[in-house]
């Protein structure tokens, strides 16, 4: 069971090291900490992905920047109390990392898999230019009755199939896991620079029960 539910969210990422471990907490006696990590686009753009990782897969104490690092793993939620409300944290838990020389040449770098549910209606919108967008709630299940909430975006006809899902629709997708900078106003005077995180779709389909 516990490995069929591992099977609906899986990650693989490779990319560059950019900053130190940095705590995060501690499941019984366990350290975690997250570590950022920049993945190249075919753009050419960098998403900044953070991993959180296991003092018991690496020794967190020691300088990685610079270093290629690849992993396998999951996208993972939770809620984090700040300013009298919960705020989403998004991270790659990693199962599996090792390090490599370079990047290899035409290599997967940034893959996603997840078989979830629908959990919010879908927001579609277009773009001053005519792109159809649509933004969805993802829930993946987890062993032991928790669930991790997922923002995808999906553009161009995926968007238009998917802004009529219904809550409770079961979907698979593929895609990318990727980093946007955004600026949220605190007040009338002040704002500041956040980074959202989410996964861009390349392919939905409906999951018939």
Known sequence: MVDKVIENNRVNIMGEVVSDFVYSHEVFSEGFYVVNVAVNRLSNSVDIIPLMVSERLIDVTKDYKGQIIEVVGQFRSYNRHEENKNKLMLSIFVRELEFA????????????????????????????????????????????GKSDYIPCIAWGRNARFAA??????????????????????????????????????SKIDVVEE
């Open 101 to 144: 020389d370079e990047l290899k040449e035409q290599a997967k770098t940034n893959q996603i898999f997840l078989d979830g549910y629908i959990c919010k209606p879908a927001i579609y919108r277009k773009t001053p230019l005519g792109r159809e967008i649509a933004d969805l709630l993802i829930a993946v299940n987890r062993p032991y």
């Open 164 to 201: 009529n899902f219904e809550v409770g629709t079961h979907i698979e997708l593929t895609g990318r896991v990727q980093s946007r900078e955004y600026t949220k106003h605190l007040n009338e005077e002040e704002c500041e620079k956040r980074i959202a995180y989410e996964v861009s779709v």
